[in-house]
């Protein structure tokens, strides 16, 4: 079992808000990623980072950030929240295969 | 530019039946293979991967599933399902680089 962390799990949030998902993991992990999943849909890129100091925008444009200070931790940030961001927000760590957080379920009213 | 299609959307199943899921490619060089399971309210879970070798992969929970290079595919399959396999069911690629591509997944619900 992968330890990969997520907080909040569900999050409902009003329009305008300022969020942070935040996603930890304790294997050491170089590389970890964002991903945006709506019900029943694919997965989409968002964010990767390859480690300290390096993030990158992934394969499906997103207003989100991203910042890499320490190894562990990956937190993604919404300036303004948008009913547009309702989604669930996927973490991921890989040495190899990616391990996945339990995710984020956002609803942006 | 690379691609990861899952052509079978919803598939139901009565217990005991075989399983095969649709898992197809496009990229010309070298392929890192997965398939993760998603149970309902859970987490993505690494069922399968391939990386080299043994074209013929076994995973957890009784799948396994076939490289089949000169088909672009990636099938998973299961000999005799159960109702706990009810999951939504993903397949992915790495095409040379770090990043995952992921199909859009193929439902499967089995009925007891």
């Known amino acids: 079992e992968a330890d990969i962390y997520q907080t909040p799990r569900y999050l409902v949030i009003g329009t305008g808000k300022k969020i942070t998902l935040e996603c930890s993991q304790t294997m050491g992990h170089d590389k970890m990623y964002w991903y945006q999943q709506d019900p029943g849909m694919e997965l989409h890129l968002i964010h990767y980072?390859?480690?300290?100091?390096?993030?990158e925008k992934g394969d499906l444009s997103s207003e989100s950030t991203v910042s890499r200070i320490r190894t562990e931790h990956f937190p993604l940030t919404l300036e303004s929240a948008r009913p547009s961001h309702t989604s669930q927000y996927l973490c991921?760590?890989?040495?190899?295969?990616?391990?996945f957080g339990p995710g984020t379920r956002l609803l942006v009213l | 530019a690379q691609s990861v299609s899952q052509h079978n959307h919803h598939v139901i199943l009565s217990e005991a039946a075989s399983l095969e899921l649709g898992c197809n490619y496009s990229y010309g060089g070298t392929v890192n293979l997965f398939w993760y399971v998603q149970y309902p309210g859970q987490h993505l879970q690494l069922l399968l991967k391939y990386f080299s070798g043994d074209p013929l992969v076994k995973g957890i929970k009784g799948f396994e599933a076939e490289f089949i290079k000169s088909k672009f595919s990636f099938n998973l399959r299961k000999p005799s399902v159960q109702w706990s396999d009810t999951a939504e069911y993903f397949c992915?690629?790495?095409?040379?680089?770090?990043?995952?591509?992921f199909g859009t997944g193929t439902r499967l619900t089995i009925i007891p």
């Open positions: 992915a690629g790495r095409f040379g680089n770090e990043k995952l591509t």
């Open positions: 980072s390859y480690g300290v100091n390096s993030t």
């Open positions: 991921a760590s890989s040495e190899g295969p990616q391990y």
